[in-house]
């Protein structure tokens, strides 16, 4: 069982930056692959960013491409996205999930979920 606790999520005004962090419980943090993914209201869950269990892979939506940035620390078993040059259209509820080994875009294919954190951008 693993557990996942989102936080970092607030107000901030488009072209701005938020830093959220996922930590997670257990002690075999490295071997799960970690993902963020976000959803606005009225709309379907959607992938936001995939980082491998040692940290050697990054994957991006099309949407968040450089802007975004996911890390993790193993040795705190947190994950992180950085966030920078925010737009109203990230505004969402973001969650951070976790799934073993594999390198996943498919939020149906994770195995642990956090509540998430709320992210809104004013323009």
């Known amino acids: 069982q693993v557990r996942l606790v989102e936080s970092g999520g607030g107000l901030v005004q488009a072209g701005g930056s938020l830093r959220l962090s996922c930590a997670a419980s257990?002690?075999?943090?490295?071997?799960?692959?970690m993902g963020w993914f976000r959803q606005a209201p009225g709309k379907e869950r959607e992938f936001v960013a995939v980082?491998?269990?040692?940290?050697?892979?990054?994957y991006y939506a099309d949407s968040v491409k450089g802007r975004f940035t996911i890390s993790r620390d193993n040795a705190k078993s947190t994950v992180y996205l950085q966030m920078n040059s925010l737009r109203p259209e990230d505004t969402a509820l973001y969650y951070c999930?976790?799934?073993?080994?594999?390198?996943?875009?498919?939020?149906?294919?994770?195995?642990?979920w956090g509540q998430g954190t709320q992210v809104t951008v004013s323009s």
């Open positions: 257990g002690r075999t943090f490295s071997a799960y692959t």
């Open positions: 980082i491998s269990g040692n940290g050697g892979a990054a």
């Open positions: 999930a976790s799934k073993l080994y594999i390198i996943l875009r498919n939020a149906g294919g994770y195995d642990y």
